[in-house]
């Protein structure tokens, strides 16, 4: 069966550069959400989004924005980076009239050096 | 705000052994979620139940309401069975997504 599809699966960075983080949802899954998981610590929620418009949002920093396009995949994008973005970010999709339950994906691992 | 608190912390079984992993949370709830997590970080979500039980494969999770406590149950356990069991809980009612995690449970099965 298809799962979350995450990339790129490993990135690495230099201080103040960009990166984008792309999550391309089950089928037929209508909301994603964003999540970061710095070293040693729980994921924390970002960002969500419901039919390409934002639904909520956590402790996603102004240095980073998303969004949901008409396919449903999702980007995130990173700007002036800091080592302290060092992080995996997971993107999880839940489907239309869903109960609630969350699929996530494998991850994209990102480094700043 | 929930808190979720898991035992053991770490678990180290024999291959066949049947294992349990506790979770207990301090509020109310819509759903509970066991996540696993293996080395090189992928989630993988196990279940999501809101009463009683639920089973795939040698995987069985249940879930008590008023005792306000779950557990995670791996039968003829196998070393591809080791990687780190979380529970996760919402923060909120309202918000299945906002996501409360207990510390995990690092599970080692060995041949």
């Known amino acids: 069966a298809a799962g979350v599809i995450q990339s790129p699966r490993h990135l690495i960075k230099e201080k103040r550069e960009t990166a984008t983080l792309k999550c391309y949802p089950i089928?037929?899954?209508?909301?994603v959400y964003w999540y970061q998981q710095g070293p040693g610590q729980d994921p924390q929620f970002l960002i969500s989004?419901?039919?390409?418009?934002?639904?909520d949002k956590g402790s996603i920093p102004d240095r980073f924005s998303a969004q949901q396009f008409s396919d449903y995949h999702s980007e995130l994008n990173m700007s002036s980076l800091e080592l302290g973005d060092s992080a995996l970010y997971f993107c999880?999709?839940?489907?239309?009239?869903?109960?609630?339950?969350?699929?996530f994906g494998e991850g994209s691992r990102l480094t700043v050096l | 705000k929930n808190e979720v608190e898991q035992s053991p912390q770490n678990l180290t079984a024999q291959e066949g052994e049947f294992i349990t992993i506790n979770c207990s949370y301090s509020?109310?709830?819509?759903?509970l979620h066991w996540l696993q997590q293996h080395p090189g970080g992928g989630i993988v979500s196990l279940f999501m139940?809101?009463?009683?039980?639920k089973k795939h494969g040698r995987l069985i999770a249940t879930i008590n309401i008023q005792e306000k406590h779950s557990s995670l149950h791996i039968t003829a356990s196998h070393p591809r069975d080791s990687a780190v069991y979380i529970c996760?809980?919402?923060?909120?009612?309202?918000?299945?997504?906002?996501?409360?995690w207990g510390a995990g449970t690092k599970l080692i099965i060995k041949p």
């Open positions: 139940l809101s009463s009683g039980k």
């Open positions: 509020v109310g709830i819509s759903a």
């Open positions: 996760a809980v919402p923060a909120a009612m309202d918000s299945n997504y906002q996501l409360i």
């Open positions: 089928p037929r899954h209508d909301t």
């Open positions: 989004f419901y039919e390409k418009m934002q639904s």
């Open positions: 999880a999709s839940s489907p239309v009239g869903g109960n609630g339950e969350l699929f």
